[in-house]
């Protein structure tokens, strides 16, 4: 454990309660997100894992696959499908020549960006329809807040 973290005993229970509150809404957005149908004919998993690469200049089949929380055996069918699709390629990896770097072709580029854009505009809309100003200005102050737990760790 951390030495500057506080022992479970001391973390405040609106934090504790925060943190349980957090992660439910977190995990069930995540799970709504990733099941919107695209007519992109890809599966929620390849979709992801497209999107991830989006985001990052290139990655091995076994980060892929941490990332995403699936195994390696499964990602290596979601990227072998993206790349007969011509939407990744597979590059040796420069520093060392027994992993492969996954990244996005040209044709994947704006896949990725588009399948990202629909999934934040349904998240736009959604929090438009369900929320208030007040309530949409305290989620902003909110993401800036789990944007620096994100970065502590």
């Known amino acids: ?14 934090a504790s309660a925060a943190a349980m509150a957090t992660f439910v809404a977190i995990r069930r957005l995540t799970r709504r ?19 991830r690469l989006g985001k990052v200049d290139s990655a091995t089949v076994g980060e892929l696959a941490g990332s995403e929380q699936v195994s390696h055996q499964a990602m290596v069918k979601v990227v072998a499908v ?4 011509g939407l990744v390629r597979r590059d040796p990896d420069p520093t060392d020549g027994r992993r492969q770097l996954i990244s996005l072709t040209e044709a994947g580029q704006p896949r990725a960006q588009g399948e990202r854009h629909a999934r934040q505009e349904w998240l736009a809309r959604a ?14 102050v909110a993401a800036e807040l789990l944007g620096k737990v994100a970065d502590s760790l």
């Open 1 to 14: 454990m951390n030495e500057s973290a506080p022992a479970v005993d001391d973390i405040p229970e609106d």
């Open 127 to 140: 929090l438009a329809e369900h929320g208030t100003p007040e309530e949409i200005r305290a989620l902003l």
């Open 33 to 51: 997100l990733r099941a919107l149908p695209g007519d992109s004919g890809l599966t929620s998993a390849q979709v992801s894992a497209l999107v």
């Open 82 to 85: 993206l790349e007969q699709a």
